[in-house]
């Protein structure tokens, strides 16, 4: 029998008020999907050894504090109905629009559960290396609150319907941030429940507000050990889970609509001894926060024994205003689920292949190698293949996977131009992207559309124009969508001007306007070679062949 | 419901037996009158009188009223018939959790074909805003047994 620690069982209720929150009018930021690698920028390292120097100026441990931190998620699955009723899954629907009798807890209703979810559960163990149970339990759980109406959620406690995976995710360190090091926390399990309704406080008038259109929906609760060290870890894991989730479709993930909701275990030990008190950080919506959250948890918790105080075993709650974690008003203390098998329900069965299925399970059947040929292409094996099949550095792999649909992109791109793929990453990584981030676009919103692009860098690689030019003119392209790159270049007269005599002139135009540059040239000194260079290259507007530029002006200042 | 709930509680916070098979449990009411079908004879455990704090935990978890002398000797009277289960010889037999243990779980296909009938849930609540239901604030933990006596007793 698993046992599961009490705290964790809050998750729901928690995630009820903060989702709750959300509805009332904290604008959600719109595309937490693409936080893309914003948690890779900070070292955690920093951080830890900052601490650990100030700590030893103190008292004298052999060791340092080191964080330890586990993740609890809930993912809702990605179906069209809820995990036990025929009621649909949406996110903002008019109140109680989407509820059912039995999610509304009539009596004589019963549980009738959804295949969809259960594949989803399997197939996301599956992708996770999990142990997938062939028979599974389900359990209630109880507890008071106004937005579970039955007074208990149907869970899986006694046996999972997957145990002992490993996620395996990479941070980018190093002083370039171009080192890829690749971790792994294991999964103990994932487990099938119901999430809880959400409530609406209204403090002016002493009331609560439910909306049970959530109640019912079904989540993947996925355990995680405690395998990692600091924020930027956990940050990083999340978002790892986060973009399998979304490959396989199990999962939605955006945090911001609690898609994807994160609950951190923290404490401090040092290396070797036995793991220190912790405490559980809740309400964190999005992944910076998570790793802020952790990161000032550990911090406080090394503070706390530093001034030889203790930690105390709390929920607290991640302020994202003030960035501290603060103390959840105390719950009653017991906390006694009376968990008991869900008597409405018997064992789930999966089959490991058709042959296994016994007459009369019907084709309903839910079976492990079908589910297994139809994974699909995982994040780290499309980085993988992006580094072999284009030469491309593990961090561009890394940009391109995070950002959704820019992989897409960018393979249609290289589809289409003569340009090697590694001279086209910059332009979808650097100039698109920036634009994109410029104007709070997802990729699928692009105006310029990748066969664009291709001509635009067709066009440079030819030696048509300059790459300054195929920057302006990419500039050009996305204020004025549907106009091509060799139309707008024409139009502009953009083209390199090749034309010998034209350069001469301006060369020298230059050349007698810098006396002095051309005098320390001559001196022997080399970089004002390129400032020349430059000023051509102004006084044409980025339009002059650089190649024939050097030549000119190297015959005339030798 | 409530009571076989409440039942499992006690049998995991006397510590005295492992968890009971539900069905057994959720069969006990309606053979709670007939005494006489509770073999006093095969009973080896005594420990049926349950304590005060201990009712007033389950009252506390359960939202169950033992407060009559009724309650709880009906509540001891639960315990009692659900100890009749240490006369049977299970050594070797794997534990059932139901009776429908072998049964095939059957799985819906994900259509939606339930839902849009806020009106008619929202009817049966006694108290509601616009669409939603209204509820107190918060948890409020039941009071301790004096307090819950008072209570009672002026409504």
């Known amino acids: 029998m698993t046992q599961r620690r009490p705290e964790t069982g809050r998750a729901l209720v928690a995630t009820g008020n903060m989702a709750a929150c959300a509805v009332l009018g904290t604008a959600p930021p719109l595309h937490v999907n693409k936080l893309s690698c914003l948690f890779y920028r900070k070292v955690c390292d920093v951080h830890r050894h900052g601490v650990a120097r100030r700590f030893r100026s103190t008292r004298v441990p052999d060791q340092e504090l080191v964080g330890v931190v586990g993740l609890e998620v809930h993912a809702q699955i990605r179906s069209s109905t809820k995990l036990f009723s025929a009621a649909e899954v949406g996110f903002s629907a008019p109140p109680n629009s989407l509820v059912s009798f039995f999610d509304a807890s009539l009596p004589g209703t019963l549980p009738v559960l959804n295949r969809r979810c259960v594949e989803a559960a399997v197939t996301t163990a599956l992708a996770l290396g999990c142990t997938v149970n062939r028979k599974s339990l389900f359990d209630r759980k109880h507890y008071f609150y106004a937005d579970l109406p039955a007074g208990y959620q149907i869970t899986q406690q006694r046996r999972a319907v997957a145990v002992d995976g490993r996620l395996v995710y990479s941070l980018l360190g190093g002083r370039k941030r171009s080192q890829v090091q690749t971790k792994t926390v294991r999964i103990k399990q994932i487990q099938l429940e119901q999430d809880s309704g959400k409530s609406l406080h209204d403090d002016q008038r002493c009331q609560t507000l439910i909306d049970l259109n959530r109640a019912g929906v079904g989540l993947m609760e996925l355990v995680m050990e405690p395998d990692m060290s600091c924020g930027e870890e956990a940050a990083a894991a999340v978002r790892e889970l986060q973009l399998i989730l979304q490959a396989l479709g199990t999962c939605q993930g955006n945090m911001s609509e609690g898609q994807l909701r994160v609950d951190a275990n923290v404490s401090v030990h040092r290396p070797g001894e036995a793991l220190g008190v912790r405490t559980e950080v809740k309400n964190i919506n999005s992944a910076r926060f998570l790793s802020r959250a952790i990161d000032y948890e550990i911090q406080r918790q090394i503070e706390a024994l530093e001034r030889g105080e203790a930690v105390q075993n709390e929920t607290r709650m991640y302020d994202s205003k003030s960035g501290h974690t603060i103390p959840m008003r105390d719950k009653e203390g017991l906390q006694d689920y009376r968990f008991m098998p869900e008597p409405n329900l018997p064992p789930l069965v999966v089959y490991e292949d058709r042959r296994s299925v016994p007459e009369g399970a019907g084709p309903g059947a839910v079976v492990l190698e079908a589910l297994r040929e139809s994974l699909p292409e995982l994040p780290s094996a499309r980085r993988g293949r992006l580094v072999r099949s284009y030469g491309l550095l593990p961090e561009h792999s890394f940009t391109l996977v995070n950002e959704d649909g820019l992989m897409e992109y960018f393979e249609a791109v290289v589809k289409e131009t003569r340009k090697e793929p590694r001279k086209v990453i910059g332009w979808v990584t650097n100039e698109l992207l920036g634009h994109l981030k410029q104007h709070n676009l997802s990729v699928s919103d692009c105006p310029v559309p990748p066969s664009a692009l291709a001509e635009l860098l067709e066009l440079q690689e030819a030696g048509h124009i300059s790459t300054s030019v195929a920057k302006q003119v990419l500039q050009l392209m996305w204020m004025d969508p549907g106009k091509g790159a060799q139309e707008i270049v024409r139009e502009q007269d953009l083209g390199l001007v090749c034309d010998s005599g034209d350069l001469q002139s301006v060369c020298q135009r230059v050349l007698d306007s810098n006396p002095d540059q051309v005098r320390a040239l001559r001196e022997g000194n080399k970089k004002v070679f390129n400032r020349l260079m430059g000023l051509v290259q102004k006084e044409t507007k980025g339009r002059a062949d650089p190649v024939l530029v050097r030549r000119i002006l190297e015959d005339k200042t030798s | ?155």
């Not at chain 2, 039942?7 to 053979?31: A, D, E, K, M, Q």
């Not at chain 2, 315990?79 to 059957?106: C, K, N, W, Y």
């Not at chain 2, 839902?115 to 669409?131: I, R, V, Y």
Request: net charge negative; glycine share 4%; charged share 25%.
């Open chain 2, 1 to 155: 419901m409530m009571v076989a709930a409440a039942l499992y509680t006690i049998r995991r916070l006397l510590g005295r037996l492992r968890p009971l098979p539900f069905y057994v449990t959720s069969r006990f009411p309606n053979t709670l009158d007939s005494e006489q079908n509770i073999d006093q004879t095969v009973i080896c455990f005594k420990a049926t009188q349950v304590p005060a704090d201990l009712v007033d935990k389950l009252e506390r978890l359960a939202l169950v009223d033992f407060r009559t002398r009724e309650g709880l000797a009906c509540l001891e009277r639960a315990i009692r018939f659900a100890d009749q289960l240490h006369v049977v010889d299970t050594s070797g037999v794997e534990p059932m959790d139901s009776v429908q243990e072998h049964r095939q779980l059957f799985l819906r296909g994900d259509v939606v074909t339930e839902g849009d009938c806020a009106e008619k849930l929202l009817q049966l609540s006694s108290t509601t805003e616009e669409e939603y239901f209204v509820a107190p604030p918060g948890n409020i933990p039941l009071p301790t047994r004096e307090d819950r006596a008072s209570m009672l007793k002026h409504s």
